[in-house]
């Protein structure tokens, strides 16, 4: 039975993983034409509505929320739903359909900021080996994007600011992960997720009324609002909820091999939708980062 368990449980996050691949190269690149903020809050408040419908009883832990947990969910919010996926959706959107697979590898760098904020935040001990692999992990990031080339602010210009938003991504979803950690040690992966989107979206609610972004609801085609609700119902909460369905079923080693579905299913849709191929030098710089990640993973007893 545990070993049908584990099965399920990896079969969820790896579909979860190829979900998100899907939505990187596929879905949310396709909404270019909107404000990349009013574009993140329609994707955070689709899947709320929808959760509402299913999860509405979890408002009662409202009255349960110290101050502490108020905050920690505000930074999960501001980290990991504001900030992280802005941050990713400008970077798809710079490429213009160029190089999504190469920003969505770089997405892959998340652990390296999330082992060294846990460090710092929570006070986790850092793996002795930590410095190595996330040297060799963020050096094949640049070799994954400019190749042998020095980077030239005339023609990589769009290339170095979507790398640098995807960079951003990770270290503000790496730090999400972090203020999440502390709060599932309170509260189920159903009141944390229901939560997170509650609270980004209310966040995202305000600076779109402020910023005068919310008058993009009268530009939206039909186009964009299928591919909203597409995202909403699959690569949004879908895919959260199998990630998580799975992820407590497993150990963290064996859903980081499972993640890799992400990355890999990144660079086969890239392929099969806009025939776009990494080169060699770029090959070979995912394969260490992507290496170099799994060995952050590793369990320190494993690696002796």
């Given at each position: ?219 939206v085609t039909n186009d964009n609002w ?51 191929v990494l080169n060699w030098i770029q ?22």
């Amino acid at each position: 039975m545990d070993r049908k368990i584990k099965i399920i449980g990896a079969v969820a996050v790896s579909f979860a993983s190829i979900l998100w691949g899907f939505d990187g190269i596929v879905l949310t690149p396709r909404l270019y034409n909107l404000d990349v903020l009013f574009v993140v809050f329609v994707l955070h408040l689709i899947p709320f509505v929808i959760m509402n419908i299913f999860l509405f009883k979890e408002y009662r832990h409202l009255r349960q929320f110290s101050k502490g947990d108020t905050f920690t969910f505000f930074l999960i919010a501001l980290f990991g739903g504001v900030i992280g996926t802005s941050a990713i959706v400008k970077a798809l959107f710079l490429v213009n359909f160029q190089e999504l697979s190469v920003v969505v590898l770089l997405q892959k760098l998340q652990p390296v900021f999330s082992i060294a904020l846990a460090a710092i935040i929570l006070k986790e001990k850092l793996k002795k080996r930590f410095i190595t692999w996330a040297l060799l992990a963020i050096t094949a990031s640049y070799f994954l994007v400019f190749g042998y080339n020095l980077p030239n602010m005339q023609t990589d210009k769009q290339s170095i600011y979507a790398s640098l938003y995807a960079l951003l991504a990770a270290f503000s979803f790496g730090s999400s992960t972090v203020f999440s950690k502390k709060i599932l040690l309170k509260y189920s992966f159903h009141t944390g997720t229901f939560f997170r989107y509650g609270f980004t979206t209310i966040i995202l609610l305000l600076v779109v009324i402020l910023s005068g972004k919310v008058m993009q609801f009268g530009e939206v085609t039909n186009d964009n609002w299928m591919f909203f609700i597409i995202i909403g119902f699959t690569t949004g909460s879908g895919a959260i909820f199998l990630y998580y369905y799975g992820l407590i079923r497993i150990r963290a080693m064996l859903a980081t091999m499972c993640e890799l579905f992400f990355p890999i299913s990144a660079v086969f849709f890239d392929y099969i939708f806009h025939g776009k191929v990494l080169n060699w030098i770029q090959w070979i710089a995912a394969a260490v980062m992507i290496f170099a990640i799994i060995m952050l993973n590793k369990p320190e007893k494993e690696s002796k």
